[in-house]
C-alpha cells in the first residue's frame, strides 16, 4: 500500500517480489477508472485493490488523505473537512499517508482532530527521510494508530520494496477493508542496503519532476483536471466545499 502505477510490468515485478495484494491509488484519477484497472490487472495471483490518495486543500496548503473502499466518487481540491466529512459519511478506510512531511500532509494537529475517524498511519515511506520515518512512528505511538508502509511507487523498481505482513488472511478487497478497520495485527517490512537508498533517492527526487513539469501540464496545459471538483462528474455536489 500503494501504488501509484499500474502495467504489465508493475503486475510482474509485484509478483516476483512475493506480493499478494497491490493497493493502487494514482494521482487525479477518478474512482470509476481506478476502480477498472484494478479490476483489470486482478488475477489469481495478485488482487489489486482500488483507492484514492485525495488532494485536499489548494497548491498552497495541501494535505493528502488515503481512502479505500469508497462507495462514490470524491475529488480533489476540496477542504480537508469537506473531504473528511464525506469519507465518515461513506463509512471509508481513511488512512495517514506520509504523515508530517513536506507540504503535502496532515500533521499532528490534524491527526489529532480526526484521531477516531483514522484507520493506520504510515510509518515508512522510501520518500522520506530518516527523521521523517522517526517522526511518523512517533506519532502512530502517540495517537495509537495501526501502522502501515507503502512503496509509494512513482517509479517500477520501487513496487516491492516495502510491504505489510498480516496475520489474518487477505484474499478479496473486503478481506483487506475489515483487516484495515479492525487493527488487525501485522508486521511492517522493507528492504535495506544500496539498492534500496539508490531507489528511495530516486523516488525522493520525482518529486522535483511531479512538482515541475507534471504540474505545469496539469495547470495550464491539460484543461480542467477528471479530479477537479467543477468537473462535469460531480454534477456540482462538491461546489460548497471546492477551493477553486
Known amino acids: 500500500m500503494h501504488v501509484k502505477i499500474l502495467d504489465d510490468r508493475v503486475v510482474e515485478r509485484a509478483k516476483r517480489r512475493g506480493i499478494d495484494v497491490l493497493v493502487y491509488a494514482p494521482h487525479f484519477t477518478r474512482w470509476p477508472t481506478i476502480h477498472k484497472r484494478a479490476a483489470a490487472y486482478t488475477d489469481d495471483d495478485l488482487l489489486v485493490v482500488p483507492a484514492r490518495e485525495i488532494f485536499t486543500g489548494d497548491w498552497r496548503d495541501r494535505r493528502h488523505v488515503l481512502a479505500l473502499d469508497l462507495e462514490r466518487p470524491i475529488p480533489d481540491f476540496v477542504t480537508l473537512s469537506g473531504a473528511m466529512a464525506e469519507l465518515d459519511d461513506?463509512?471509508?478506510?481513511?488512512?495517514?499517508?506520509?504523515?508530517?512531511?513536506?507540504?503535502?500532509s496532515l500533521e499532528r494537529d490534524h491527526i489529532a482532530q480526526y484521531r477516531d475517524q483514522l484507520d493506520g498511519i504510515e510509518?515508512?515511506?522510501?520518500k522520506h527521510l530518516p527523521w521523517n520515518n522517526r517522526r511518523a512512528r512517533a506519532?502512530?505511538?502517540e495517537f495509537d494508530l495501526p501502522p502501515f508502509t507503502s512503496s509509494y511507487a512513482h517509479l517500477r523498481r520501487t513496487v516491492g520494496e516495502c510491504w505489510v505482513e498480516f496475520e489474518t488472511a487477505v484474499e478479496t478487497a473486503d478481506d483487506l477493508h475489515g483487516a484495515l478497520r479492525e487493527g488487525a495485527d501485522r508486521t511492517v517490512l522493507h528492504r535495506d542496503g544500496r539498492t534500496h537508498t539508490r531507489r528511495r533517492v530516486l523516488e525522493f527526487a520525482h518529486i522535483a519532476y511531479e512538482n515541475t513539469w507534471q504540474k505545469l501540464d496539469r495547470v495550464y496545459l491539460s484543461?480542467?483536471?477528471?479530479?477537479?471538483?467543477?468537473?462535469?462528474?460531480?454534477?456540482?455536489a462538491f461546489d460548497d466545499v471546492s477551493v477553486y
Request: net charge negative; hydrophobic share 35%; aromatic share 8%.
Open 90 to 104: 461513506q463509512n471509508a478506510v481513511t488512512l495517514v499517508p506520509h504523515p508530517d512531511f513536506l507540504t503535502i
Open 139 to 141: 506519532l502512530a505511538a
Open 223 to 236: 484543461g480542467t483536471e477528471p479530479t477537479h471538483p467543477g468537473h462535469v462528474a460531480y454534477d456540482g
Open 123 to 126: 510509518v515508512y515511506n522510501p
